[in-house]
C-alpha cells in the first residue's frame, strides 16, 4: 500500500512539472513558445540524467556509491530515488524560469548540473541528508520550502540579475493564458502529491497534509487577490493564479506540522507579502528581469513560510530557524553566482 501511495504521489508531481512550462508558456512572448519548450525539456533531461548517475546519492548519502549504475540501489530506494527526483525537477524548472527569453540551451545545459552539484545537493544534504546537520539544529523543512524553493528562487535572483535584459515585453494572447490555466490546475493537482510523498504512506498525517495543501491553496489564492487590488485597483488571471501557486509555496517548509489553521494564516501572510515585494522590484529595479517572478514567488514565499514554520510549528526554534533560512540564502546566492561567473568565462553567447 505504501508504494501504491509514493508511486500515485509520483505520478500527479510529473504531472506538475509538464505542468510548469505550461505556465510559462502563458507568461511569456508568444515568439519564444517553442523556444521554452525546449530549455524546457532539454532542463528536464539534463536534470534526471546528472540525477540518476550522481545526484541522489550526492543529496542524500554525500557519496557517488548510490547511483542508478551501482549494485546498492535496492527496489526500495528506486521509490525514494524517482520521487526525490521530482523535487530537484522542480526547483530547476522553477530556476531556469526567470531567464525563459534570455538564455540559450549551451547555457542552461551547463548551469543545470553545476547547480545541482553545488547549491541543491548540499542544501538537501544538510536538511534531508544522512548528515542533515540543519535539521539536528532544530531547522524545519517538510517538503521543500528552503532546499527546493528557497535555493531556486534565490538563483534565480542571481540569474535574472546578471544576464542581459529582455529587449521588449509584450503580454500573453488569450490562447497562452488557457495554457497557463491548464497548466496552473497540474501544478495544484500535484503539488498533493508534492507535500503528502514526505508521509510515506496514506495515514492521518497524510489526510491532515492534503487539508492544510487545500487551505494554502483557497487562503493564497484569496489574499493575493486582494492585496493586487489595492495595490492596482484592477487584476489579472495571473494575480489569481499566482496567489494560488504562492499560498502552497509557503506551505511547504510547514505542511505536515501544523494544523489548517496555522496553515491558512501562512498562506495569507505570504500572498500578501509576494506581490507587495514583486510591485516593488517592477518600480524600483527595471534592469532586474526575472521572467517568470521566480525570485518574489519562490524565494520571498519560501523564505517567509520557513520563518512562520519556526514560529507556528509545535517543534519549530525561531532562531534556528531563521539561522538556517540565512544560511541556506547566502550558501544558495553565491554559489549561484560563481557558476554563472565560470560559465560567463566559457560562454560568450548567451542569447535566446
Known sequence: MNNIFLWLCFGVMWLMI???ILYYIGMIDRKYIRHT????????????????????SLSFYGNIQYSIFSDLILPDEVVSLVLQLLFCLYAVIMLVGSVLERSNWKYIALYVPLWILFIYAPVCYSLWGEQNWLSDIGVLDYSGGLVVHATAGIGSLVLARTLPIRSKITGPSDIQEIMAFIGMVFITLGWFGFNMAPSGEMGEAAILIWLNTLISIIGGGISWFLTQRVLEQQISVFDLMNGMIVGLVGSTCS??????GASLLISI????????VIERIHQHFPNFDDAGDSFGMNAIGG??????TGILAENGNFFNQLVGTFYVCLWSFGLSFLIHYFLRKLINDFDA
Do not use: D, E, H
Open 37 to 56: 519548450l525546449v530549455l524546457g525539456i532539454i532542463t528536464i533531461l539534463s536534470t534526471t540524467a546528472f540525477w540518476l548517475s550522481v545526484g541522489y
Open 255 to 260: 505542511v505536515g506540522y501544523v494544523g489548517p
Open 18 to 20: 509538464f505542468g510548469v
Open 269 to 276: 501572510i505570504v500572498c500578501i507579502a509576494c506581490p507587495i
Open 303 to 308: 523564505i517567509i513560510g520557513s520563518i512562520l
